[in-house]
């Protein structure tokens, strides 16, 4: 399955979450919190099976995943030490797209991967052009020169917050500690998660 590249304001409305994790999606004028669609304001309970997969599906669009990535992601989460769905997420936000947003250099993960794609990161001194590349702790991001001072970073780095699991200097930034759960992605239930992909 690819990955999704349609609306991700509808998508926010039917999860009831900010997918893009800035709230733009509920702004003033885009206020309709209801899911898309004439019948979105209806209340039917869910089954347990959707329940489980609306949960997945949440963490696959606010990340900018596949379902073949998602699944490779859960069975490397599932054979580390510690609990299967806190080490999924954290495995998830050790990728190099979403490292770079949390660094503030890009205003979307969209936008992150772009970037990383078109060759502008180092990791470690080595050219780094792969999103998906789980980055180690204690590795070292560089923005190459071609990109230093590209108009959308500096404007990203003006207005986005760094992450506290990262140090930001300049041009660069240091992934110096796997974030702890309660920083991150809170309108997650990543046990539903795991208990979809142990059905």
Known sequence: MSRFTGSIFKKSRRYGISLLENNKEFAKGKKRTTAPGQHGARRVKPSDYQLHLYEKQKVRYMYGLNERQFERLFKLASKKQGVTGVVLLQTIESRLDNLVFRAGFARTRAQARQFVNHGHFTVDGHKADIPSIIVKVGSV??????????????DAMEVMTVSPWLTREENKFTYTRLPERKEFAKDINEALVVEYYNK
């Not at 190459?144 to 500096?154: A, E, G, S």
């Open 141 to 154: 991001v560089e923005i190459k020169k071609t990109l230093q001072n590209n108009v959308q970073v500096k």
